[in-house]
């Protein structure tokens, strides 16, 4: 089945100690997107790749970066997690811009 | 004021039930609509996708926009207890990325 995969589906990393998320698809997908949601909020845009393009929002922190060498692999950086950067990180997907969007599973962050 | 608002509930309604969900969104410019479901530790799923005014229904599913009001709703017929999760509302234009609600969570009563 087409889908959009996470990797690690939950992570625990100490505080300050860089770590990498992983996410990857098999729907063929332009767009990537990665997204924090803690809990009882909304999903809030990191940023997002159309195809190479990077387009960062303009209120993540530096502490969060990107790499997609890849259709197929997205990557979020964490360069010195804080106490308050634990929470579910999502990866979407969409066959362009403004399209459907399509979730993986999530990885839950905790940070010691 | 948020972009897009939801009650956040929990509501709890029995099996069997019609469970109404409802977003409000103060941006004219939003022309697409969705709602997602999304279960506890879990990534959300979309249920329905919608342009412009007016209904659609997939199933026991029906997404209803009235963008007169700027109102979207979901109802779902025939509630199950697998019903239970939380629903996410959203919203864009073609020049924004989606602004979501901060969801409701609904309990259906065996």
């Known amino acids: 089945d087409a889908m959009v995969i996470q990797n690690p589906r939950y992570q625990v990393t100490q505080f300050g100690k860089p770590v990498t998320l992983s996410c990857s698809q098999t729907?063929?997908?332009?767009?990537m997107y990665w997204y924090q949601q803690k809990s009882s909020q909304a999903p809030k845009l990191l940023f997002h790749?159309?195809?190479?393009?990077?387009?960062n929002e303009a209120d993540t922190p530096d502490n969060f970066q990107s790499r997609r060498p890849n259709t197929s692999f997205c990557f979020l950086d964490i360069r010195s997690p804080g106490l308050g950067d634990a929470a579910m990180y999502l990866c979407?997907?969409?066959?362009?811009?403004?399209?459907?969007?399509?979730f993986g599973p999530g990885t839950r962050l905790t940070v010691t | 004021q948020k972009e897009v608002e939801q009650d956040p509930g929990p509501l709890s309604v029995p099996e069997g039930a019609i469970v109404s969900l409802n977003c409000t969104y103060s941006?004219?410019?939003?022309?697409?609509f969705m709602w997602y479901r999304q279960y506890s530790r879990k990534g959300p799923e979309l249920l329905m996708y919608t342009y412009s005014s007016g209904n659609k229904e997939d199933g026991r599913f029906t997404a209803q926009v009235d963008k007169s009001s700027k109102y979207i709703s979901l109802f779902i017929r025939d509630s199950q207890p697998s019903d239970s999760a939380t629903y996410l509302c959203?919203?864009?234009?073609?020049?924004?990325?989606?602004?979501f609600g901060s969801g409701t969570r609904l309990s259906i009563r065996p």
């Open positions: 979407a997907t969409s066959r362009d811009q403004g399209g459907e969007q399509y």
């Open positions: 729907l063929n997908h332009n767009v």
């Open positions: 790749y159309y195809d190479k393009d990077f387009n």
């Open positions: 941006n004219s410019a939003f022309q697409y």
């Open positions: 959203g919203g864009y234009s073609s020049a924004s990325k989606i602004i």
